[in-house]
Nanobody
Framework: QVQLVESGGGLVQAGGSLRLSCAAS????????MGWYRQAPGKQRELVAI???????NYAGSVKDRFTISRDNAKNTLYLQLNSLKPEDTAVYYC??????????????WGQGTQVSVSS
């Protein structure tokens, strides 16, 4: 019913930047809280940043002041600007959203993930 598709990952040197995008498509009525998570090899998936429908944001301490989450509700798209990247930011980044659909249901959706690799 709903698909989340991430893009923008890649390989970058330490100190570099990337911009991730997550496009939502399908039978969408509204996007509620949206977030980015990441999972490094051998580690649990962790929350990176979250943005509520009204624009309030919250960040993991490890990325605060380096990453910026934003959303374009008209385009049903979520973004994550990654600056001053460090090797420890290397992970698969996943988009997540609480999305209301036209049939009246509200549930969590996940994207397939995009790889971010930072070399030292």
């Amino acid at each position: 019913q709903v698909q989340l598709v991430e893009s923008g990952g890649g390989l970058v040197q330490a100190g570099g930047s990337l911009r991730l995008s997550c496009a939502a498509s399908g039978s969408i009525r509204s996007l509620n809280a949206m977030g980015w998570y990441r999972q490094a090899p051998g580690k649990q998936r962790e929350l990176v940043a979250i943005i509520l429908s009204g624009g309030v944001t919250n960040y993991a301490g490890s990325v605060k002041d380096r990453f910026t989450i934003s959303r374009d509700n008209a385009k049903n798209t979520l973004y994550l600007q990654l600056n001053s990247l460090k090797p420890e930011d290397t992970a698969v980044y996943y988009c997540n959203g609480a999305i209301a659909t036209m049939d009246g249901s509200l549930r969590d959706y996940w994207g397939q993930g995009t790889q971010v690799s930072v070399s030292s």
